[in-house]
């Protein structure tokens, strides 16, 4: 049974940090892509930040040089570091696993960032 736990959202004043994570269990987390994906009211949800099983990264332009995301192989987690917080990145981040041979893919329910003063 696929069940991931996230954490890490909340309310943040603008230029805050926050570490949002995502444990993983029952997917064999070596053979999956990892990523944060992110929905703003009204938008469209938008690939964030992937990374592979073998650490190579990608981020979308606008959080480049702020957010990093990093995964524990071991642990099975992922993690995504946000600095430089903006209230343009307010949204649910969510968790996805994306299948490296096949495509299948796994999703989060969800945690809720607030970037506000």
């Known amino acids: 049974q696929v069940h991931f736990v996230e954490s890490g959202g909340g309310l943040v004043q603008p230029g805050g940090s926050l570490r949002l994570s995502c444990a993983t269990s029952g997917i064999n987390f070596n053979m999956f892509t990892m990523g944060w994906y992110r929905q703003a009211p009204g938008k469209q949800r938008e690939l964030v930040a992937a990374?592979?099983?073998?650490?190579?990264?990608n981020y979308v332009d606008s959080v480049k040089s702020r957010f990093t995301i990093s995964r524990d192989n071991a642990k099975e987690t992922v993690y995504l570091q946000m600095n430089s917080l903006e209230p343009e990145d307010t949204a649910v981040y969510y968790c996805n696993a994306d299948h490296v041979i096949d495509g299948m893919d796994y999703w989060g329910k969800g945690t809720l960032v607030t970037v506000s003063s």
């Open positions: 990374i592979t099983s073998g650490g190579s990264t």
